[in-house]
């Protein structure tokens, strides 16, 4: 099944595409160039490993006078998912947080000119990029099985973590899970299945932009 899209209400979490962590997989998906090389190497640490029981939060939603820019920064980060990890609005800011991935990103917010919004944080990510993020995570799912078991999949909206939803989880599925660079949270229970996030239309079971199982 493939591709929800985002829409304007707030910004982007995403589904897998592939790549993984163990040697051949980093080998024949490597991260793009210009991020940290620790990506590649991270080792594995199952403290990183989070399990939350019951459904995924939904995202916080920017005033309406601001939906606009959500639906631009969405599909600048969509665009280019090589540069930016991801895009979240915070309340207590009232700003949207920009997680950069590229020393390419600042130069695509001033031509996008939203360099100098005062609605626009810009940090740098976890390390990886939307679409780097997403090959570790399918290719992790794929190799584990959760693929098969799991309601959904992505990076977090915020794109400062990787999310999962499956009913249990094992101890082979969380070494596995373990193997990626950066934090899992991991949503447990028998009432993990088709759930919407908020932002996101669904088109298949999974609510993360760009694609689902």
Do not use: C
């Amino acid at each position: 099944m493939k591709s929800s899209r985002v829409v304007a209400s707030i910004a982007v979490t995403v589904v897998a595409g592939s790549a993984g962590m163990n040697g051949s997989v980093a080998r024949d998906l490597a991260p793009d160039a210009h991020e940290s090389s620790a990506v590649a190497s991270a080792a594995p640490d199952e403290s990183r490993v989070q399990t939350v029981r019951g459904l995924p939060p939904t995202a916080p939603t920017p005033p309406a006078a601001l939906e606009g820019l959500a639906s631009e920064l969405a599909d600048l980060v969509d665009f280019h998912s090589a540069d930016f990890a991801g895009v979240t609005w915070e309340p207590e800011a009232r700003s949207f947080r920009l997680l950069a991935a590229s020393p390419e990103s600042r130069l695509i917010l001033r031509s996008a000119q939203l360099d100098d919004n005062v609605h626009v944080i810009v940090e740098e990510g976890p390390g990886w990029s939307l679409r780097s993020g997403q090959r570790m995570l399918e290719q992790v799912m794929e190799d584990s099985g959760l693929a098969r078991r799991a309601s959904m999949w992505g990076i977090s909206t915020a794109g400062a973590h990787f999310e999962v939803a499956v009913p249990n989880l094992n101890a082979d599925e969380r070494a596995a899970l373990a193997e990626l660079p950066g934090t899992v949270k991991v949503y447990i229970g028998e009432s993990v299945g088709m759930v919407e996030t908020v932002g996101v239309e669904l088109i298949d079971p999974s609510p993360f932009a760009g694609g689902g199982r």
